[in-house]
């Protein structure tokens, strides 16, 4: 499939990788329109400090994904779409499993219902590297095991299920996208490289973490932007799960030791007991393969890890980016 020209919605453009792939596929020559959630504020999220020649140029639908008429409405009209909507932080899965279920299970379902009805042409749906738990093996496979390790992970494997049975039921043309670890500009204050980069910019010196032992498959976010573009390109991956990662892995310790050397090596890492995990909620290991996407698709990887840091780490670094983060206090 050719995405130029195509109509596209994604879901979830307001948010972290949806406002970065709205971009890509803008640079592809797409008609985009950008599904943002609906607030009392008009704030489109990310999507507000584009220039105004892009947002000209493109179509924003606030809505809410929960809601099964707001999700019909913006899928008409469209050709392909891209779902990124969802809750992600797992901390506040374990005291709000509920929105869990509407958000990231009943909302996906709401785009695949309309799908099937509008005749999309594709549906690509995002998942997520919690889905497989701590590794049992690794590289971590498309055919690891699912793991619901924390409310948020079961959610996931919720919606990817449903989005499974679509294909097979129905025959939608759905594709499941599962990247690993995530990082880069406008990530979310809740992960762990944009709490370390905050604290150490706002001065601090001692920088308060939970568990620094597990180990995380670290993908910057223009290589994972370019993984959803490259397989919504593919034919053969209809009704496939595809995993997105760099097939390495680094513990968070390590993770932190890296940035505290490009900002302040006199930093020092201390343990705060309010962001330990619960042992069998943590996920211990995960290190992704990337055999299936490089055997199906021309990705690859153009980013390492310090590459991708040091230009995280200069994003941070403009003050009006920075202050949108509360370093003081533990994000959920």
Same mark, same amino acid.
């Given at each position: 499939?050719?995405?130029?020209?195509?109509?596209?919605?994604?879901?979830?453009?307001?948010?972290?990788?949806?406002?970065?792939? %709205?971009?890509?596929?803008?640079?592809?020559?797409?008609?985009? *329109?950008?599904?943002?959630?609906?607030?009392?504020?008009? #704030?489109?999220?990310?999507?507000?400090?584009?220039?105004?020649?892009?947002?000209?140029?493109?179509?924003?639908?606030?809505?809410?994904? *929960?809601?099964?008429?707001?999700?019909? %409405? =913006?899928?008409?009209?469209?050709?392909?779409?891209?779902?990124?909507?969802?809750?992600?932080?797992?901390?506040?899965?374990?005291?709000?499993?509920?929105?869990? &279920?509407?958000?990231?299970?009943?909302? %996906?379902?709401?785009?695949?219902? =309309?799908?099937?009805?509008?005749?999309?042409?594709?549906?690509? &749906?995002?998942? $997520?590297?919690?889905?497989?738990?701590?590794?049992?093996?690794?590289?971590?496979?498309?055919?690891?095991?699912?793991?619901?390790? !924390?409310?948020?992970?079961? !959610?996931? +494997?919720?919606?990817?299920?449903?989005?499974? !049975?679509?294909? *097979?039921?129905?025959?939608?043309?759905?594709?499941?996208?599962?990247?690993?670890?995530?990082?880069?500009?406008?990530?979310?204050?809740?992960?762990?490289?944009?709490? +370390? +980069?905050?604290?150490?910019?706002?001065?601090?010196?001692?920088?308060?973490?939970?568990?620094?032992?597990?180990?995380?498959?670290?993908?910057?976010?223009?290589?994972?932007?370019?993984?959803?573009?490259?397989?919504?390109?593919?034919?053969?991956?209809?009704?496939?799960?595809?995993?997105?990662?760099?097939?390495?892995?680094?513990?968070?310790?390590?993770?932190?030791?890296?940035?505290?050397?490009? +900002?302040?090596?006199?930093?020092?890492?201390?343990?705060?007991?309010?962001?330990? *995990?619960?042992?069998?909620?943590?996920?211990?290991?995960?290190?992704?393969?990337?055999?299936?996407? /490089?055997?199906? $698709?021309?990705?690859?990887?153009?980013? #390492?890890?310090?590459?991708?840091?040091?230009? %995280?780490? #200069?994003?941070? /670094?403009?003050?009006?980016?920075?202050?949108?983060? /509360?370093?003081?206090?533990?994000?959920?």
């Amino acid at each position: 499939m050719q995405l130029k020209g195509k109509k596209i919605l994604i879901t979830g453009a307001d948010g972290f990788i949806g406002s970065h792939l %709205t971009e890509r596929l803008f640079e592809e020559g797409c008609h985009v *329109r950008a599904f943002a959630y609906y607030n009392s504020f008009n #704030s489109w999220g990310w999507l507000d400090t584009f220039s105004k020649d892009k947002l000209d140029q493109m179509e924003i639908f606030t809505g809410d994904i *929960r809601d099964p008429n707001g999700v019909r %409405t =913006a899928m008409k009209g469209i050709e392909v779409v891209f779902h990124l909507a969802a809750l992600i932080a797992i901390p506040y899965s374990y005291h709000s499993p509920d929105s869990y &279920v509407d958000t990231n299970i009943k909302g %996906t379902l709401n785009v695949l219902q =309309a799908a099937r009805d509008l005749n999309i042409e594709r549906v690509l &749906v995002t998942s $997520t590297s919690e889905v497989y738990g701590t590794a049992q093996f690794v590289p971590i496979t498309e055919q690891h095991p699912k793991q619901g390790q !924390s409310p948020y992970s079961a !959610s996931k +494997i919720g919606a990817d299920f449903m989005a499974e !049975s679509f294909f *097979r039921s129905f025959e939608l043309p759905v594709v499941i996208i599962r990247p690993f670890n995530t990082y880069g500009p406008r990530q979310s204050a809740r992960a762990v490289i944009p709490t +370390i +980069i905050s604290q150490l910019l706002n001065g601090a010196e001692q920088i308060k973490l939970g568990d620094t032992t597990p180990t995380r498959d670290l993908l910057f976010v223009k290589d994972t932007v370019n993984g959803f573009v490259e397989i919504a390109k593919t034919e053969a991956l209809l009704g496939h799960e595809v995993n997105i990662a760099t097939q390495s892995e680094i513990s968070i310790g390590d993770l932190a030791r890296e940035i505290i050397d490009q +900002i302040n090596p006199a930093a020092e890492i201390v343990t705060d007991s309010q962001r330990l *995990r619960p042992e069998k909620s943590e996920v211990f290991r995960l290190f992704g393969s990337n055999e299936k996407i /490089k055997r199906y $698709t021309s990705w690859e990887l153009n980013y #390492s890890l310090k590459q991708g840091l040091t230009e %995280t780490i #200069s994003w941070f /670094k403009n003050s009006e980016n920075l202050a949108r983060y /509360k370093p003081e206090i533990y994000n959920l």
